[in-house]
C-alpha cells in the first residue's frame, strides 16, 4: 500500500536520520534513556529463579525470543543486569545482528546486554523499534568497527542522537507496526514452513529412491521394469527391496578414507582445490583423489556430503571416498547424504565422524547399471526441488527486507501513519 508522507519536513542533523517531520524534536540519547548499572548475583534468589535473557535468545533483526529459562537453569555464575517488565532489552556486541528485545516480565540480562529504561518523552515500544531500524544498525555498526570487538559501550550509545516524536505519533507508529509486522512475520513464517516441508520431501525422495529404487514412471521411461518383484531385505526399517538388489555392508562396495593435514602456506599454492569442512582453498599440483569425488564432513560440518567434480586433496577434517569399486560416484553421493552420517561420531566432545562406525553398516544396494538411472533420476528432482526452494527463500528475504525498511520509515517519519488502519 502507498503510505501518506508529513506535511514538511526539516533536516534532523543526524547524518543516520535525514530529514525528520518538522514538528519532531530530537535528543541525546542519555537525556532521555537510563542504561541500567550494578549486576546482580543470578545464584542468590530471587534472581536465580528469574529468566534470564542472552543474546543468543534473541532472533535476530525482530527482537523474537527464541527461549526463555530461569538463571538456574541455564546454571549462570557471572553478574548479571536486573531488568523490570517492559525495559528494552539491547545486545551491545555485534549490533550488526540486531539482537534487542522487550523484557517480558522482571527477569535479567546477560552482562553482554544493557537493560534500556525510557523516561518520559518516551515509550519503550517504540524505542525498541527504533532500535531495530536500519539507520540506528548502521550507525551501531559504523561506531563499533572503530575498536577490535564490534561492540556498542555505554558513552557511544549515550552520545547517539534520536528522534523525539510526540507521545501520541509513538503509540501510532507503535500500534502500525505491531499490525503490520505481524502479518509480514505470519507469511515469513508459511514460507519457512513450505521451505521445511519442501527439504523434508527432498530428503524423504533421495532416502526412497537409494533404498528401494526407481518409481514406477521413472523405471518404466530408464527401460526398467516398473514393478519388480520383491524380497524381505532382513533390515527392520528398510522392509521389502527389489529381488534383484542385495544386503550388504557399505564398506564392501566403497572404502571411506580419512583426509590428510596439510598447513596453511600449502594449501594456498597452485590450482588444485583442497576441500575441507571449513571450506575450499587451492594446492599445487600433486593431489590424491581424482574428480569426480565424493567427500564427507569428518570435522567441523560432521556428516554433510559434498560431491566434487575435479581432482581434489582432502583434508584431514573429512572423509572421502577412495575407492568406488565400480559403482557410479552420483549413485554413492546419493546414498551417503541419505544415511545420517552425523550420528557416526566417535562421542567426543567435538562431534567427528567415525568411518569405522560406518563401513560396517547394512544398506540395500542395486547393480551398477540402475546406479546411473537412480542418479540421473535425483539429479533432475532434486534440481526441480531446489529451484523451488530457492523461489521461497529469495520472497521470504524480499519480505524482511520490506519488514526492516517499513520500520526505518515508521520511526523516523518517512511515512505518516496516523490514522493508518489495516
Given at each position: 500500500?502507498?503510505?501518506?508522507?508529513?506535511?514538511?519536513?526539516?533536516?534532523?542533523?543526524?547524518?543516520?536520520?535525514?530529514?525528520?517531520?518538522?514538528?519532531?524534536?530530537?535528543?541525546?540519547?542519555?537525556?532521555?534513556?537510563?542504561?541500567?548499572?550494578?549486576?546482580?548475583?543470578?545464584?542468590?534468589?530471587?534472581?536465580?529463579?528469574?529468566?534470564l535473557i542472552?543474546?543468543?535468545?534473541?532472533?535476530?533483526?525482530?527482537?523474537?525470543?527464541?527461549?526463555?529459562?530461569?538463571?538456574?537453569?541455564?546454571?549462570?555464575?557471572?553478574?548479571?543486569?536486573?531488568?523490570?517488565?517492559?525495559?528494552?532489552?539491547?545486545?551491545?556486541?555485534?549490533?550488526?545482528?540486531?539482537?534487542?528485545?522487550?523484557?517480558?516480565?522482571?527477569?535479567?540480562?546477560?552482562?553482554?546486554?544493557?537493560?534500556?529504561?525510557?523516561?518520559?518523552?518516551?515509550?519503550?515500544?517504540?524505542?525498541?523499534?527504533?532500535?531495530?531500524?536500519?539507520?540506528?544498525?548502521?550507525?551501531?555498526?559504523?561506531?563499533?568497527?572503530?575498536?577490535?570487538?564490534?561492540?556498542?559501550?555505554?558513552?557511544?550509545?549515550?552520545?547517539?542522537?534520536?528522534?523525539?516524536?510526540s507521545?501520541?505519533?509513538?503509540?501510532?507508529?507503535?500500534?502500525?507496526?505491531?499490525?503490520?509486522?505481524?502479518?509480514?512475520d505470519?507469511?515469513?513464517?508459511?514460507?519457512?514452513?513450505?521451505?521445511?516441508?519442501?527439504?523434508?520431501?527432498r530428503?524423504a525422495?533421495?532416502?526412497?529412491?537409494?533404498?528401494?529404487?526407481?518409481?514406477?514412471?521413472?523405471?518404466?521411461?530408464?527401460?526398467?521394469?516398473?514393478?519388480?518383484?520383491?524380497?524381505?531385505?532382513?533390515?527392520?526399517?528398510?522392509?521389502?527391496?527389489?529381488?534383484?538388489?542385495?544386503?550388504?555392508?557399505?564398506?564392501?562396495?566403497?572404502?571411506?578414507?580419512?583426509?590428510?593435514?596439510?598447513?596453511?602456506?600449502?594449501?594456498?599454492?597452485?590450482?588444485?582445490?583442497?576441500?575441507?569442512?571449513?571450506?575450499?582453498?587451492?594446492?599445487?599440483?600433486?593431489?590424491?583423489?581424482?574428480?569426480?569425488?565424493?567427500?564427507?564432513?569428518?570435522?567441523?560440518?560432521?556428516?554433510?556430503v559434498?560431491?566434487?567434480?575435479e581432482?581434489?586433496?582432502?583434508?584431514?577434517?573429512?572423509?572421502?571416498?577412495?575407492?568406488?569399486?565400480?559403482?557410479?560416484?552420483?549413485y554413492v553421493?546419493?546414498?551417503?547424504?541419505?544415511?545420517?552420517?552425523?550420528?557416526?561420531?566417535?562421542?567426543?566432545?567435538?562431534?567427528?565422524?567415525?568411518?569405522?562406525?560406518?563401513?560396517?553398516?547394512l544398506?540395500?544396494?542395486?547393480?551398477?547399471?540402475?546406479?546411473?538411472?537412480i542418479?540421473d533420476?535425483?539429479?533432475?528432482?532434486?534440481?526441480?526441488?531446489?529451484?523451488?526452494?530457492?523461489?521461497?527463500e529469495?520472497?521470504?528475504?524480499?519480505?524482511s527486507?520490506?519488514?526492516?525498511?517499513?520500520?526505518?520509515?515508521?520511526?523516523?517519519?518517512?511515512?505518516?501513519?496516523?490514522?493508518?488502519?489495516?
Open positions: 500500500m502507498k503510505l501518506p508522507e508529513y506535511p514538511k519536513y526539516k533536516p534532523s542533523g543526524v547524518e543516520w536520520l535525514g530529514e525528520v517531520p518538522e514538528e519532531w524534536d530530537r535528543c541525546r540519547f542519555s537525556r532521555e534513556v537510563m542504561i541500567a548499572e550494578g549486576q546482580v548475583d543470578p545464584e542468590k534468589a530471587p534472581f536465580a529463579s528469574m529468566i542472552g543474546p543468543e535468545h534473541v532472533e535476530s533483526r525482530t527482537g523474537r525470543l527464541l527461549e526463555t529459562s530461569s538463571a538456574a537453569e541455564q546454571t549462570a555464575e557471572s553478574g548479571k543486569y536486573f531488568c523490570h517488565k517492559g525495559n528494552v532489552v539491547y545486545s551491545k556486541i555485534r549490533p550488526a545482528l540486531r539482537k534487542v528485545t522487550l523484557a517480558p516480565e522482571d527477569c535479567l540480562c546477560s552482562a553482554d546486554m544493557y537493560p534500556l529504561q525510557p523516561g518520559r518523552r518516551f515509550r519503550s515500544k517504540y524505542l525498541f523499534w527504533l532500535l531495530l531500524s536500519e539507520g540506528f544498525s548502521a550507525w551501531s555498526v559504523l561506531e563499533a568497527d572503530r575498536v577490535a570487538m564490534p561492540k556498542i559501550n555505554r558513552d557511544t550509545l549515550n552520545s547517539l542522537q534520536m528522534p523525539v516524536p507521545l501520541s505519533e509513538q503509540d501510532a507508529v507503535t500500534d502500525f507496526l505491531d499490525r503490520e509486522t505481524g502479518k509480514i505470519t507469511l515469513v513464517a508459511k514460507k519457512r514452513t513450505l521451505v521445511e516441508r519442501l527439504k523434508e520431501k530428503t525422495l533421495i532416502s526412497r529412491t537409494v533404498t528401494r529404487g526407481l518409481p514406477p514412471d521413472a523405471a518404466r521411461a530408464a527401460g526398467l521394469d516398473p514393478h519388480p518383484k520383491l524380497k524381505p531385505s532382513g533390515i527392520d526399517w528398510l522392509g521389502d527391496i527389489p529381488a534383484h538388489w542385495e544386503v550388504v555392508r557399505i564398506g564392501k562396495r566403497i572404502v571411506l578414507q580419512r583426509g590428510v593435514d596439510i598447513t596453511k602456506d600449502e594449501q594456498n599454492e597452485g590450482a588444485v582445490p583442497v576441500v575441507s569442512s571449513g571450506g575450499i582453498a587451492s594446492f599445487h599440483d600433486r593431489f590424491l583423489a581424482r574428480g569426480p569425488g565424493v567427500v564427507v564432513g569428518r570435522k567441523g560440518t560432521a556428516g554433510a559434498y560431491y566434487i567434480e581432482d581434489f586433496w582432502p583434508h584431514d577434517t573429512t572423509l572421502w571416498v577412495k575407492e568406488f569399486f565400480g559403482n557410479h560416484p552420483r553421493y546419493y546414498k551417503l547424504l541419505s544415511m545420517d552420517l552425523a550420528s557416526f561420531d566417535t562421542g567426543s566432545a567435538n562431534p567427528t565422524v567415525n568411518r569405522n562406525l560406518v563401513h560396517p553398516v544398506v540395500s544396494w542395486p547393480p551398477k547399471a540402475e546406479q546411473r538411472f542418479a533420476f535425483l539429479d533432475r528432482e532434486i534440481a526441480k526441488m531446489d529451484r523451488m526452494i530457492a523461489v521461497v529469495s520472497a521470504t528475504d524480499r519480505l527486507e520490506y519488514r526492516t525498511a517499513l520500520i526505518t520509515a515508521a520511526v523516523t517519519g518517512k511515512i505518516d501513519v496516523r490514522g493508518v488502519r489495516s
